[in-house]
Nanobody
Framework: QVQLVESGGGLVQAGGSLRLSCAASGRTFSGYRMGWFRQALGKEREFVAAIMTSGLRYYADSVKGRFTISRDNAKNTVYLQMNSLKPEDTAVYYC????????????????WGQGTQVTVSS
């Protein structure tokens, strides 16, 4: 089992930046694919970014060129660097881990953090 804790969310103006962190405890997550998802108020949870065990990265079209996902296996930590933030990025951001399955499907992730709020003002 893996326990995940997100941090780094907050309030920022449009065009600003934030870096989210996800710290894992329990089993080493080097063998897990890691993902970031977000859920805006009243909307479904959606895929943001994922990083495979190989280091291969995937992004939602809405964040390509602005967000960067990375992982530090030695520290059991995954990051999401968010630049050029837009009001439509406002959501609760969740870190998740999975051993297999589609990287962009939240139903295929086994472990989830508690979420961290990101609010981008216009």
């Amino acid at each position: 089992q893996v326990q995940l804790v997100e941090s780094g969310g907050g309030l920022v103006q449009a065009g600003g930046s934030l870096r989210l962190s996800c710290a894992a405890s329990g089993r080493t997550f080097s063998g897990y694919r890691m993902g970031w998802f977000r859920q805006a108020l009243g909307k479904e949870r959606e895929f943001v970014a994922a990083i495979m065990t190989s280091g291969l990265r995937y992004y939602a079209d809405s964040v390509k060129g602005r967000f960067t996902i990375s992982r530090d296996n030695a520290k059991n930590t995954v990051y999401l660097q968010m630049n050029s933030l837009k009001p439509e990025d406002t959501a609760v951001y969740y870190c998740a881990a999975s051993l297999s399955g589609d990287y962009d499907n939240p139903n295929r992730y086994n472990y989830w953090g508690q979420g961290t709020q990101v609010t981008v003002s216009s």
